[in-house]
Nanobody, 125 residues
Framework: QVQLIESGGGTVEPGASLRLSCTGSPTPLRYAMGWFRQAPGKDREFVAGHRWIGLKTYYGESVKGRFTVSKDVAKNMVFLQMNNLEPEDSAVYYC???????????????????WGQGIQVTVSS
């Protein structure tokens, strides 16, 4: 049963912006949330993550300075603001969260145990 749902994807031109949203059923003891993406023929790639302990946010190298994670705790939602989109950003984007504690950044798929179904983002002129 899918417990995370992404929204906000679509097709935009290079240089445009999109904001993805992720909502899920409230669940206690989630230590982190993250965004990943997967383009056709490529491995799933870490995009951004946020640790609830320490409130630290971190980004993959390819999106630093362009993407921003934010959250609305009251609504149990997290967002991925994507600016200055490039064709290379085209992929299916997934949100995920983790019920496990790790001392380092949550930038690996194996550290997450709840996933959304993914949403398509296409950047094309």
């Amino acid at each position: 049963q899918v417990q995370l749902i992404e929204s906000g994807g679509g097709t935009v031109e290079p240089g445009a912006s999109l904001r993805l949203s992720c909502t899920g059923s409230p669940t206690p003891l989630r230590y982190a949330m993250g965004w990943f993406r997967q383009a056709p023929g490529k491995d799933r790639e870490f995009v951004a993550g946020h640790r609830w302990i320490g409130l630290k946010t971190y980004y993959g190298e390819s999106v630093k300075g362009r993407f921003t994670v934010s959250k609305d705790v009251a609504k149990n939602m997290v967002f991925l603001q994507m600016n200055n989109l490039e064709p290379e950003d085209s992929a299916v984007y997934y949100c995920a969260d983790s019920s496990k504690y790790y001392p380092d950044n949550y930038d690996s798929e194996r550290e997450y145990d709840r996933w959304g179904q993914g949403i398509q983002v296409t950047v094309s002129s």
